[in-house]
């Protein structure tokens, strides 16, 4: 069976991406990507979804002569993974919009501090959501991970408040840089589909990428030991992956540090992950030492920067801590309506909370997180 034949069939709660006439299985050829910011569809950014599509699928020789699909879950959990199943013609991954939400949040952290002109923003107001900004983030980590997505968050609120001062072009920004982010994660899972086919596996680009790899792989262990002690898999899919984004030549800053966030943000996830919560960032920085000159000439900036995002990750919490960042948000998103001239926002904010008011009084607002895939994991 053809990888989005299963996807469609045994994932109830997929999303249909880009117009059927489109589709040339097993890839996707000429979506159109024209399209505006959903700013309705709060978790699940289908703007950063169908470009992340569109740039994993085209120009990347790895890629032709297999049959792939990627299909995307509404689930508030973070996952990705490359379902392992017999009667799979192919190699299917399936990334939650938990997972592309998280990365899109991280993403306009690191834009709002590195790659936007901060003349757009009033200083103020540029102060007021940077806060909510990590404070979300920080509530992401510690509480996010694993449970549901509350509506109604502050974050959405701050950038329904800031739309005409010049939001979407960091949103823009910063889903250029979670598709980035993304893929890398999707790479990771396409690895680990060419590994366990490898022995049976005749494509002969595919099979020189696991050379490439293993050869990688043993000079990583020689040089540093503690990784033949961790999961070798997981070692190599990453591995893989890099090669994957650097065959077509050396990447730019931005696209490194999303690379090297795309790991961060897995950090936290499960404090038993030896290998992703302490040895992974330094398994990219190896490679990439030797693989890109961007990141040789400019380590020590990258690697400040990556520190600054780590710290955040790290940073003490609890229920106490929590609450005080969640009632810090609603403070400082009341003083930003207070200086920010957008009606229309409010009235949007009003109506909105509402209707999250009534759907928690109803009991409607639960998210069932055991959806269909978990079997297949």
Same mark, same amino acid.
């Given at each position: ?5 299963y996807?469609?069939l045994n994932f109830k709660?997929?999303?249909n991406?880009?117009n ?5 299985e097993?890839l996707i ?5 024209n399209f505006?910011?959903?700013?309705d569809?709060?978790?699940?950014n289908n703007?950063?979804?169908e470009?992340?599509?569109n ?14 699909f ?6 508030s ?6 379902v392992?199943d ?7 991954i399936?990334?939650?919009?938990g997972?592309?939400?998280?990365s899109?949040v991280?993403? $306009?952290?690191?834009a %709002?501090?590195? #790659?936007?002109?901060?003349? =757009? &923003?009033? @200083?103020?107001?540029y102060?007021i959501?940077?806060v909510?900004?990590?404070?979300d983030?920080?509530r992401?980590i510690h509480t996010?991970?694993g449970s ?16 005409k ?5 960091l ?5 250029d ?10 790479y990771h ?12 596996n ?6 020189r990428?696991m ?8 000079h990583l262990?020689?040089?540093?030991p503690i990784?033949?002690?961790m999961? $070798?898999?997981?070692? %190599?899919?990453? #591995?893989?992956?890099?090669? =994957? &984004?650097? @065959?077509?030549g ?7 540090m999303?690379l090297l966030l795309?790991?961060?943000?897995l950090?936290?996830?499960?404090l038993?992950?030896t ?8 398994l990219?920085?190896?490679f990439?030492s ?8 400019n380590e020590?900036?990258?690697k400040?920067?990556?520190?600054e995002i780590?710290a955040?990750?790290n940073?003490?919490?609890g229920p106490a801590v929590?609450e005080?960042?969640e009632?810090?948000s609603?403070?400082m ?10 009606p229309?926002?409010?009235f949007?904010i009003l109506n ?15 998210i069932?997180i055991?959806d ?6």
């Amino acid at each position: 069976m053809l990888p989005k034949e299963y996807f469609e069939l045994n994932f109830k709660n997929g999303e249909n991406i880009g117009n059927k006439d489109s589709i040339n299985e097993p890839l996707i050829n000429g979506l159109n990507l024209n399209f505006q910011m959903d700013m309705d569809n709060k978790y699940s950014n289908n703007m950063e979804f169908e470009i992340l599509i569109n740039e994993c699928l085209k120009n990347n020789i790895y890629f032709s002569g297999s049959n792939i699909f990627i299909g995307k879950l509404v689930n508030s959990y973070p996952n990705c993974y490359n379902v392992n199943d017999d009667i799979l013609e192919g190699c299917l991954i399936c990334i939650t919009s938990g997972l592309t939400e998280n990365s899109y949040v991280l993403a $306009k952290y690191y834009a %709002l501090n590195y #790659l936007m002109d901060f003349q =757009l &923003f009033n @200083n103020e107001q540029y102060k007021i959501y940077k806060v909510i900004l990590k404070n979300d983030l920080i509530r992401r980590i510690h509480t996010g991970y694993g449970s549901q997505i509350e509506p109604g968050d502050t974050l959405y609120y701050a950038e329904l408040v800031l739309n005409k001062l010049g939001i979407y072009d960091l949103l823009q920004k910063a889903a250029d840089f979670s598709v980035v982010m993304d893929l890398f994660i999707i790479y990771h899972e396409y690895s680990h589909y060419i590994i366990r086919t490898f022995s049976n596996n005749s494509n002969e680009k595919e099979n020189r990428l696991m050379l490439q790899t293993a050869i990688i792989y043993s000079h990583l262990c020689i040089d540093y030991p503690i990784y033949c002690e961790m999961p $070798k898999e997981e070692v %190599l899919a990453d #591995l893989a992956a890099l090669i =994957l &984004f650097f @065959n077509s030549g050396d990447l730019g800053i931005t696209d490194i540090m999303a690379l090297l966030l795309s790991i961060v943000q897995l950090q936290k996830m499960s404090l038993t992950d030896t290998y992703t919560n302490k040895y992974r960032i330094d398994l990219l920085y190896y490679f990439l030492s030797l693989h890109s000159n961007t990141f040789s000439a400019n380590e020590q900036e990258l690697k400040n920067r990556v520190n600054e995002i780590v710290a955040i990750f790290n940073q003490a919490s609890g229920p106490a801590v929590i609450e005080k960042i969640e009632q810090e948000s609603w403070d400082m998103l009341q003083k930003l309506i207070a200086i920010t001239e957008n009606p229309e926002a409010i009235f949007d904010i009003l109506n909105d909370r509402l209707k999250t008011l009534q759907m928690m009084a109803d009991g409607l607002s639960k998210i069932n997180i055991n959806d269909e895939y978990e079997k297949f994991s």
